[in-house]
């Protein structure tokens, strides 16, 4: 954590508490908690996880489609900073879906457990610890999966051509913004985060 400015004005607080008035630009924030429940409702609340998850799919499929407009063809010499800049974006937004995907996972497991349970309770404790030991599963299934992907993202390179390769990721990446969407984000779905 950086050192604290003398001009800007600090805000005491107690573990597990929170002051709204910490997160205010122009504080220093003296009691980091982004694993306290407050602290994180008051974020996913402004933002939400499905949000920034069907952000950063529809900014790798931006990005890929750049890299293809900026591929060599036709006799054309393509682009090569160009083709780098929307690498390099690629990577960017794949690592803040990464982010929040796996931010959403004990967000979506959390909410299911809870539905129409008071806190507090016996019942709403033990179910709490139920959603995160299921969260913590799936968690490390889909760290599992997604590690499959360097697998067939080179294996698509060695046996299609780098064209329809971009191109079915810019599909897959469609299909996720859809998926999300549907299940996540939309009104009404049964799992928003």
Not at 33 to 51: C, I, M, Q, T
Not at 136 to 152: E, L, R
Request: proline content about 5%.
């Amino acid at each position: 954590m950086s050192p604290a400015r003398k001009d800007a004005p600090s805000v005491e607080g107690t573990a597990g508490s929170y002051h709204p008035q910490q997160y205010r630009p122009g504080h220093t924030i003296t009691d980091w908690e982004p694993e306290n429940d407050l602290f994180r409702e008051s974020v996913d609340k402004r933002v939400g996880g499905a949000r920034v998850t069907i952000i950063s799919f529809a900014g790798m499929a931006v990005s890929v489609v750049g890299v293809i407009n900026f591929l060599p063809s036709g006799g054309g010499q393509g682009n090569f900073w160009g083709f780098l800049g929307c690498f390099l974006a690629a990577f960017f937004f794949s690592g803040i879906g990464n982010g929040s995907t796996f931010r959403q996972i004990p967000v979506i497991f959390r909410s299911q457990h809870l539905k129409g349970l008071e806190e507090g309770t016996p019942a709403h404790a033990k179910v709490v610890k139920q959603a995160e030991t299921e969260s913590a599963a799936v968690t490390g299934f889909t760290s599992a999966i997604a590690a499959y992907g360097f697998f067939f993202i080179p294996a698509m390179f060695a046996n299609f051509a780098v064209t329809s390769s971009l191109r079915c990721f810019v599909g897959f990446y469609v299909t996720c913004i859809g998926l999300c969407w549907w299940f996540y984000a939309r009104k009404g779905a049964e799992s928003p985060s």
